[in-house]
């Protein structure tokens, strides 16, 4: 198979305590293909997948039809459904607009974050800086992950987090595996952006967002030239 089964097997366990079979399976596969634990150019063929987590085919169905009208998924000839891989072009529109969203996203998190919320949005900065110093990479990427869907929560506005996760959830390279040094850069971009939300500094706080988007775009780039050197 052409991911990592127990990864994905773990992040089913989690969803389908709160979710139908479809919408566990769906969130899923978003998480695992966000994450990279579903390679850009993978296969998703689904009796591996109902295999590997131990689920009907049924289900498995409605969540590729969803995750392909999404563009997370295409058809290619000869393979069946797999994980595109973005074109310079593809990563260069997509963040161009990311950018505008997810700095509105944060602004609108410094607006109407409570503080549980901000203490979850903390915690998530301590995980992922504990992940980096032990090395766990699969911690990290969870925790990065979590670190944005909980701001997109906060922005409190359904429409703006749907569109902000539509366009956060193409597959990218994981670049601790190509830019290793986007690592520490990262957490002090998601530390220096969590403390604008939690003092709701709005300017700041979609100033920074803005920021952390362009010096994303720019390791991925990196990563994708180096990636086509192997």
């Known amino acids: 198979m052409e991911f990592i089964t127990e990864g994905l097997s773990e ?24 994450k990279g634990l579903i390679a850009p150019g993978s296969r998703l063929i689904e009796d591996e997948i109902a295999s590997a987590l131990n689920i009907s085919r049924t289900p498995i169905r409605e ?15 000869n393979r069946g459904l797999v994980v595109p891989i973005l074109t310079l072009d593809d990563l260069l529109d997509i963040y161009e607009i990311e950018e505008v969203i997810f700095g509105l996203v944060a602004r609108k998190a410094a607006q109407h974050m409570s503080p549980s919320e901000l203490e979850m949005l903390a915690g998530y900065v301590i995980s992922e800086e504990e992940a980096i110093a032990v090395g766990n990479m699969e911690k990290v990427s969870e925790t990065t992950a979590e670190f944005h869907n909980r701001i997109a929560f906060g922005c409190k506005n359904e429409r703006l987090r749907t569109v902000y996760f539509q366009l956060s959830y193409p597959p990218r390279l994981r670049l601790f595996e190509f830019a290793p040094e986007r690592l520490s850069d990262a957490l002090a971009e998601h530390r220096a952006l969590y403390e604008a939300i939690a003092a709701h500094d709005v300017d700041r706080a979609e100033q920074l967002a803005r920021e952390h988007t362009r010096n994303a775009l720019r390791a991925q780039i990196k990563a994708q030239k180096m990636n086509m050197n192997l």
């Open 11 to 34: 992040i089913f366990q989690r969803q389908v305590q709160h979710r139908t079979a479809a919408d566990a399976i769906y969130w899923t596969l978003r998480d695992a293909i966000r």
């Open 63 to 77: 969540a590729l039809r969803r995750l392909q009208s999404e563009q997370l998924l295409e058809k290619a000839p």
